[in-house]
C-alpha cells in the first residue's frame, strides 16, 4: 500500500503561482510512477502530468506546469504557473507501477493504483 496526501491547494488569482505536495509513506515511493490529475466541477477526471521514477515526464499541460519528484523526500510536486480560472479543480496525485519512462506514459485514471484526497485549487479572475 502507498498512502498519498495532497497539499498545497488554495485560493489564488489569474496569472498566480502555486505549487502543489504530495507526501507518500508505505511502500518505496521511488518504485512508482507518479501523476497529477485534476477534476473540475461537473467533469470528468483529466490528466495533467506524469513522471517516472528515472525522472521521464509527460504533459497535457506543457509550458506553464512542472512536475517534479524529490525520491530523498518521498514527494512529489506540481508547480502551476500563470494561473487561468480554468484551472479551478481538485487536483490529486496519483501512483502506479507501469511506467518506467518507456514507452507511452499511463495518461488514463484506470492505469494508476493510490490516490491521494485532493487538494482545491481556485484561482480567480
Known amino acids: 500500500q502507498v498512502q498519498l496526501v495532497e497539499s498545497g491547494g488554495g485560493l489564488v488569482q489569474a496569472g498566480g503561482s502555486l505549487r502543489l505536495s504530495c507526501a507518500a509513506s508505505?511502500?518505496?515511493?521511488?518504485?512508482?510512477?507518479m501523476g497529477w490529475f485534476r477534476q473540475a466541477p461537473g467533469k470528468e477526471r483529466e490528466f495533467v502530468a506524469a513522471i517516472s521514477w528515472s525522472g521521464a515526464r509527460a504533459y497535457s499541460l506543457k509550458g506553464r506546469f512542472t512536475i517534479i519528484r524529490d525520491n530523498a523526500r518521498d514527494t512529489l510536486y506540481l508547480q502551476m504557473n500563470s494561473l487561468k480560472p480554468e484551472d479551478t479543480a481538485v487536483y490529486y496525485c496519483a501512483a502506479t507501477d507501469r511506467w518506467s519512462g518507456y514507452g507511452s506514459p499511463p495518461m488514463q485514471k484506470d492505469e494508476y493504483i493510490y490516490w491521494g484526497q485532493g487538494t482545491q485549487v481556485t484561482v480567480s479572475s
Open positions: 508505505g511502500r518505496t515511493f521511488s518504485r512508482y510512477a
